[in-house]
């Protein structure tokens, strides 16, 4: 690695992402946590504004040169309701558990962010920081950019990245195209009308209907959609019913709807929404679709992916940066990658013997984030020149 920040790095990104490992918190409840950032940057001088969207915290730092890039980079800071189940000597013990790694993007952004505001004479333009809450559930950027507009008016790059445990220590991954998958989560109520289950003929059953409706929903999938385009369908919670022998009104579906483009996204939403409406009618029933949340797929700008390649490369030797397939989970980071030209980049961190991101046994390879600080180092100084 061609270093650029002092030796003494990797133990201190450690720390920090140990003391955060300890106290995780869930979405909107981050508040040990945004306690946690605020007393750094407050002993390292960085100015900051807090409680955005509750416990999100933005941080402006101008260079002493002027310049007129504004590189926004950013950091999601919640845990996940999991009890942890590691052996981890800092292990969680409230019953939360950051298992997606979010303890160390904060602990890797707050030691970069303390280098290059020791370095300020050497920027030209304007570091934007972003320590986002409630990722998970998805809702922390827009509810941040809904309070504060103006501070994501003028943003010229945005860069976010993921510690990435299925993907090798020492590699980072930048597509050029898709990352993450949209996530839309609906809720489809099929109506009927109920009565005595010994006599169906008199009632309008909303239970046959819907479970109709649910093996119709992946035609969408296996027969409209182009099958060369990621998409998934995936129903997760049904609620009907009191007893064995009452046929219900109602049934009420909820789901999930995953896309990797805006185009399969806004088409798999409006078939789903079709058939929902318009299936039960051919039985005798309605049903009615709403949406509840979501959030777009995370899509990189090429240019400046080829750009963060190359600089990885540059940094830690060829072959660093690698591209990988689309991954079917989301992240709300979208909403920032609306506003400018942006890279959502994967940190290899894979670890013997630990599991998948959600999992209690989750856990990433810490030297992971020593390659995270350099590289937004390097990116930072190179953008803001
Ligand atoms: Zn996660
Ligand atoms: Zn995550």
């Known amino acids: 690695m061609k270093k650029s920040l002092p030796n003494n790095l990797h133990d201190e990104v450690v720390k920090i992402r140990r003391d955060l490992h300890k106290i995780p918190e869930t979405a909107f409840k981050e508040f040990e946590t945004s306690n946690?950032?605020?007393?750094?940057?407050?002993?390292?001088d960085i100015e900051f504004e807090s409680d955005i969207a509750k416990t999100g915290i933005l941080?402006?730092?101008i260079g002493e040169k002027t310049g007129k890039n504004?590189?926004?980079?950013r950091a999601d800071i919640d845990g996940l309701p999991i009890q942890e189940e590691t052996d981890l000597e800092f292990k969680s013990q409230n019953g939360n558990m950051h298992a997606c790694g979010h303890d160390g993007h904060v602990a890797m952004m707050l030691i970069a962010l303390k280098y290059l505001n020791?370095?300020?004479e050497n920027i030209a333009g304007k570091l934007k920081v972003i320590f986002q809450p409630a990722e998970e559930e998805v809702g922390g950027a827009k509810a941040m950019i809904e309070q504060k507009p103006d501070f994501f008016k003028d943003f010229t790059h945005v860069f976010?990245?993921?510690i990435w445990n299925q993907i090798d220590l020492g590699k980072i991954a930048?597509?050029?195209n898709t990352v993450f998958v949209s996530a839309d989560t609906f809720e489809i109520e099929v109506f009927g009308k109920g009565g005595h289950g010994a006599m169906p003929h008199l009632n309008t059953d909303p239970i046959f209907i819907a479970a109709n409706l649910i093996i119709s929903a992946q035609s969408i999938i296996s027969r409209k959609k182009n099958p060369g385009k990621l998409g998934v369908i995936t129903f997760g919670k049904i609620e009907a019913g009191t007893a064995a022998n009452i046929t219900p009104e109602v049934v009420r579906l909820t789901g999930t709807i995953r896309a990797e483009s805006k185009e399969t996204r806004e088409f798999l939403i409006d078939e789903l929404k079709n058939l929902s409406e318009n299936f039960p009618k051919s039985f005798g029933g309605k049903g009615k679709f709403t949406k509840s949340s979501g959030t777009g797929p995370v899509i990189n700008n090429k240019d400046f992916a080829n750009q963060s390649y190359s600089i990885a490369d540059e940094i830690f030797g060829n072959n660093t940066s690698i591209k990988v397939d689309p991954v079917s989970v989301a992240d709300d980071m979208a909403e920032?990658?609306?506003?400018?030209?942006s890279v959502y980049a994967l940190l290899g961190?894979?670890?013997k013997n630990s599991e998948m991101h959600h999992n209690s046994k989750f856990d990433f390879d810490e030297r992971c984030m020593s390659y995270g600080i350099e590289f937004i180092n390097s990116l930072a100084t190179k953008i803001l020149n």
């Open 36 to 44: 946690y950032i605020k007393n750094f940057l407050k002993s390292n």
């Open 59 to 61: 941080v402006e730092l």
């Open 70 to 73: 504004v590189l926004a980079l």
């Open 118 to 120: 020791l370095n300020k």
């Open 160 to 162: 976010g990245f993921h």
């Open 174 to 176: 930048f597509n050029d």
């Open 336 to 341: 920032f990658m609306e506003l400018a030209p």
């Open 349 to 351: 961190g894979k670890k």
